[in-house]
Antibody
Framework: EVQLVESGGGLIQPGGSLRLSCAASGFTVSTTHMSWVRQAPGKGLEGVSIINGGGDTYYADSVKGRFTISRDNSKNTLFLQMNSLRVEDTAVYYC?????????WGQGTLVTVSS | EVVLTQSPATLSLSPGERATLSCRASQSVYSYLAWYQQKPGQAPRLLIYDASNRATGIPARFSGSGSGTDFSLTISSLEPEDFAVYYCQRRDNWPWTFGQGTTVEIK
């Protein structure tokens, strides 16, 4: 059974850093595309970053230079390192497997950036 | 950047009625468009990929059509569990932008 479990969210001050984790089971993260999508409170969905099977990475302009997506194949886990956090980064962050569409999603982890 | 515009913003219908949701892209996304359903407090759920292919486990009452810049999602007969927010997503190229969503509410 495919499962994705995010962790690492919380309350952080502007300018701070957080690392989100997404533990996968039922498939191998290194062989497929994986993405992070966020949703600000009461708002729509925004694609944040993606890593493909070959390890190529892409970022939304809003996070480029501040966020880094990576994976640990030995732990079958996806990460999102978030630096220089801003108030506007406040959102629920979801990880997703991207096979044909984003076909499996985690439950989301809330990141709140506030002083 | 490709902008996806969904219409209407809100659709008020009764169970058993047909729902037709629209998604228009500012430039061609070929057939690389997906549809998702999201209920309050839940992650999005993939319904349709590549414009017209139902994802695994999705009931046949959901169907997608279109290509290029104009797409639609049709729910042939609304069930109580179908009242939710629906998003389209371009997948032809990064960034994978989403439409702003259509809320299907009970009339």
């Amino acid at each position: 059974e495919v499962q994705l479990v995010e962790s690492g969210g919380g309350l952080i001050q502007p300018g701070g850093s957080l690392r989100l984790s997404c533990a996968a089971s039922g498939f191998t993260v290194s062989t497929t595309h994986m993405s992070w999508v966020r949703q600000a409170p009461g708002k729509g969905l925004e694609g944040v970053s993606i890593i493909n099977g070959g390890g190529d990475t892409y970022y939304a302009d809003s996070v480029k230079g501040r966020f880094t997506i990576s994976r640990d194949n030995s732990k079958n886990t996806l990460f999102l390192q978030m630096n220089s956090l801003r108030v506007e980064d406040t959102a629920v962050y979801y990880c997703a497997r991207d096979l044909r569409g984003s076909d499996f999603w985690g439950q989301g982890t809330l990141v709140t950036v506030s002083s | 950047e490709v902008v996806l515009t969904q219409s209407p913003a809100t659709l008020s219908l009764s169970p058993g009625e047909r729902a037709t949701l629209s998604c228009r892209a500012s430039q061609s996304v070929y057939s690389y468009l997906a549809w998702y359903q999201q209920k309050p407090g839940q992650a999005p759920r993939l319904l349709i990929y590549d414009a017209s292919n139902r994802a695994t486990g999705i009931p046949a009452r959901f169907s997608g059509s279109g290509s290029g810049t104009d797409f639609s999602l049709t729910i042939s007969s609304l069930e109580p569990e179908d009242f939710a927010v629906y998003y389209c997503q371009r997948r032809d190229n990064w960034p994978w932008t989403f439409g702003q969503g259509t809320t299907v509410e009970i009339k």
